[in-house]
């Protein structure tokens, strides 16, 4: 089982799907020969030619609108929005177009939207956008949010085949940060499914929801936590949409205590939502308020210190935790 | 010294006009009177108040639905077909029946959309019509990735959308001819010139009101023909969709016409659309000019252009009644379908 990085997670799942069914194909801006900004799409345009490894003209909305079209026409395609935040600019198609095709005529869009998400790399405000949120009010689209380089590898393979518009928000701080044993290969590759969180740790005294960037940060915090003696579980959503209530229930009527985490903006980002349902269908098992630890409503900052102060920290996360398990 | 100046992209000579016979020209003005028809009765229904929301005519434009969609092959394996709003006639040639036209402008469960939604936003796999939006130009990518995928395949199918003026006025547009330039696929554009966006005259809407220039902007091949004229617009219509097939990538047709009433019937066009102008534009009705041509170019007998009136009056009756007659789907229909649970569905 190869080691591989996050990002050669992907690569490898582009590359596995691409090779056992000829409908997938990856596009957008420097995709082809150059394998994208980083590296997602290397060396796929030499291996499967020109016709399934497109280079785009600068146009995200041209490009995620091709994508609708291509998908509802037989063919399955991976469309990568350079940053995430340019995906602004598809914003339209992916709402007006791809969400709701199905819905009015029952003519299935099977298609991945590919979001270099996040913060954390100096990117500044038109880099490190995480765009989850902006999506996941909107019915018709499902979002994935993966943490781990296995499931990266096989939250996309499950993406590509599933029959939705997929936003797949990749976390480029991960890019290259964390590193699994992946079992990769056309045939024998670990897909995962979507709509199930996974408990990748478990603990009895509070809970711990995120996703993405804060999953590491999280499970960081729970050694912190046990070393005072305080054991909490941490669960990892996986993806957003569709979001998997039941897990997240239940951790939170066993434990009694629910921190909800994420790198994104707090007000109106997708903890929101955790916490109403929390609040709704386990409220006689809590024993203490939600707490949230999210970044600033604010941009994101470029310079070092002050991308640090927008962004949560595992000191914050710490902090919060250890309030809410004092309670 | 400065590089001189050099022309691009020049209008094509157009090509030879494909001999129309005389069946294939009654065939035409059989689908013009069956979309006249069905407007003017949706019409009446709407000020009847039995049709929810607005109601939004092609009238005058018949020539360009009719003509555009004619040439194309029908089926869930044929072209591609993505009309606007002004178009109801692509439809019915692309296949769907009258009374399911009826049926969605009343919201019914025979409609394609199973009163999901409204007026021609219709579709559906059987007919390999994507279901339109209101949002301008936005079907025109969409289009451009149809095209993509027959490409992709080798498949010798193309890829056709409409438009009017004021969804060139759209980032869509652009980012759709350019990508379609690029990426050299089969996907044909057809612009209806009918001069206004709702209240706004193409005066304000652009410099440009050639449209087919901004085609040769990017490179597409792009002719301009008398859209209130069948027989021009399914000519140069054949003609395109042939190079398309041949692979030799995108075709841009510009349909020059004028809009006869209002952008939806609920719009009081005559405070701001210039009376002589639609006086004049009337004098160049699209069905008026080809019952001509069929009576007085080809001496076609009266009778026979009678007996299709007379058909299609019944067609559009029973269509009424059977739409009529239909009953809404269940509310819990509002539920489903926000999910595909397979890639066939």
């Keep these: 089982m190869p080691e591989l990085t996050y990002l050669e997670a992907i690569r490898a799942a582009l590359h596995d799907e691409m090779e056992i069914d000829d409908r997938v194909f990856v596009m957008g801006e420097d995709v082809g020969r150059q394998g994208g900004a980083f590296g997602a799409t290397k060396e796929l345009q030499q291996r499967f030619g020109e016709l399934r490894s497109i280079d785009t003209p600068v146009a995200e909305s041209g490009i995620v609108g091709v994508a609708v079209g291509a998908a509802m026409s037989g063919q399955r395609p991976v469309a990568e929005m350079q940053f995430a935040d340019f995906v602004s600019c598809a914003f339209d198609q992916l709402i007006t177009c791809a969400a709701k095709m199905h819905y009015r005529i029952g ?16 990117g500044g405000p038109y880099h490190s956008e995480n765009v989850e949120a902006w999506f996941h009010h909107h019915a018709g689209l499902k979002i994935v949010c993966p ?13 590509i085949r599933d029959p939705n518009p997929v936003v797949f928000c990749e976390h480029k701080f991960l890019y290259r940060r964390v590193k699994q044993d992946v079992a990769t290969g056309p045939r024998d590759g670990q897909l995962v499914p979507l709509g199930k969180a996974a408990v990748v740790r478990e603990g009895t005294d509070l809970s711990i929801i995120t996703y993405a960037s804060t999953v590491q940060l999280s499970l960081a915090v729970a050694d912190s936590l046990a070393a005072q003696d305080v054991s909490a579980e941490v669960v990892d959503l996986r993806t957003l949409v569709p979001f998997d209530r039941e897990t997240v229930l239940a951790s939170v009527r066993k434990t009694g205590k629910a921190l909800i985490v ?45 991308e640090r102060e927008y962004l949560p920290l595992e000191s914050d996360i710490l902090s919060a935790a250890a309030d809410l398990a004092a309670y | 010294m400065s590089t001189p100046a050099r022309n691009i992209a020049a209008v094509p000579e157009p090509a030879p006009a494909p001999r129309v016979s005389d069946e294939e020209a009654l065939d035409l003005y059989y689908w013009m009177v069956l979309t006249r028809a069905t407007e003017e009765r949706a019409l009446n229904l ?101 095209a993509l995928a027959y490409k992709q395949r080798g498949e010798d199918r193309v890829a056709v959308t409409s438009f009017g003026d004021g969804a060139t006025s759209r980032g869509d547009f652009h980012e759709g001819l350019n990508i379609a330039a690029v990426l050299e696929v089969p996907a044909v554009f057809v612009a209806e010139n009918n001069r206004w966006a709702y209240t706004t005259p193409i005066s304000k809407q652009t410099k440009v009101t050639d449209l087919y220039k901004k085609a040769l902007g990017y490179g597409i091949p792009a002719v301009e023909v008398d859209g209130n004229d069948v027989l021009a617009v399914y000519s140069a219509m054949v003609e395109a969709v042939a190079q398309c097939r041949a692979g030799r990538g995108p075709r841009f047709i510009e349909c020059k ?30 069905l008026k000019r080809l019952e001509q041509s069929l009576l007085e170019e080809r001496s076609i007998a009266d009778g026979r252009l009678e007996k299709i009136r007379e058909r299609v009056k019944d067609e559009v009756h029973e269509a009424v009644e059977r739409a ?9 229909e509002a539920h489903q379908g926000v999910f595909a649970e397979s890639a066939d569905a």
């Design chain 1, 107 to 122: 003519w299935a869009v099977p298609m991945v939207v590919r979001c270099p998400n996040g913060g954390g790399v100096g």
């Design chain 1, 147 to 159: 943490a781990t380089a296995v499931d990266a590898y096989g939250l996309l393979r499950s993406a």
């Design chain 1, 262 to 306: 994420h790198e994104d903006n707090l007000t109106g980002g997708f903890g929101g939502e955790v916490a109403a349902v929390i609040a709704q269908d386990a409220f006689e098992h809590l024993d203490a308020p939600v707490r949230r630890v999210a970044a600033l409503d604010t941009p994101i900052p470029f310079a070092p210190p002050l």
């Design chain 2, 46 to 146: 709407y000020r009847q108040g039995k049709l929810p929301g607005s109601y939004y005519t092609g009238r005058g434009q018949e020539a360009i639905s009719v003509g555009m969609a004619t040439p194309l092959r029908k089926g869930p394996d044929g072209d591609w077909l993505s009309p606007w709003i002004r178009d109801l006639g692509s439809y019915l040639v692309h296949g769907v029946p009258v009374w399911r036209m009826f049926a969605q402008f009343m919201g019914k469960a025979g409609s394609t959309t199973r009163g999901k939604d409204g007026n021609l936003h219709i579709g559906g796999r059987e007919w390999n019509i994507p279901c339109q939006v209101s949002h301008m130009a936005d079907m025109i990518p969409l289009t451009v990735g149809a």
């Design chain 2, 257 to 286: 016409t004028y809009r006869m009433a209002g952008h939806a019937a609920h719009d009081k066009y005559e405070s701001y659309m210039p009376m002589e102008l639609l006086a004049e534009w009337s004098d160049k009705d699209p």
């Design chain 2, 324 to 332: 009529d007659a239909d009953g809404y789907a269940d509310p819990a």
